[in-house]
């Protein structure tokens, strides 16, 4: 009868230190809360720069096809602004000049259309001489029609270190980096 007797009260005692007291969660609920406010901050940081190099990803990419369609095709291809302007933050358009008359219209052959970007972002660019900045024009040997492109693909903050400058050279070599400081292109407004 002892031994069921002790069995007992052990069985008891586990069942009595199962589970957590109130004070317990509203402890680890804190906590858990203080995570949150401190982690909140670094986690949109990581977002914005994500897509800030999505973006930059994004232009990179339209640049090399339309320079690799250029010499595939043997006749002019460009990326064009479609807000026809030096801010290429409502998108942009790599086209075909399929009649060879040196416009890129829509009634030409559309190989790809990069949507705008969300409000806070933003990409800019200028010319490094001759020519518009709404067009970056490659020639069928890959080179492009100016001397070079600068663009920049704006951080949401406008911070020149956190945003991402491309550079297309007159050979149609297509690089990038981080840091906008020293680029001819417009500099990236804060709210962009």
Known sequence: MAFLYGRDRRL????AERGFTLLEIFIAMAVLAIGVVV???MFRNVIRSTTVSNQTNDLITSLSTARAEAVRRGLQVAVVSISGGSNWSTGWRVIADINRDGNFLATDDIVSTSPALAAQY??????TGGGTDSQVIFAINGAITNTGFDM???????EATKSRRVRVRASGAVSSHKDTTGSTAAACPAGT
């Open 122 to 127: 933003g990409v800019f660019v200028r010319t």
């Open 152 to 158: 920049n693909v704006c951080y949401p903050t406008g």
């Open 12 to 15: 008891r005692g586990l069942k």
């Open 39 to 41: 982690a909140l901050p």
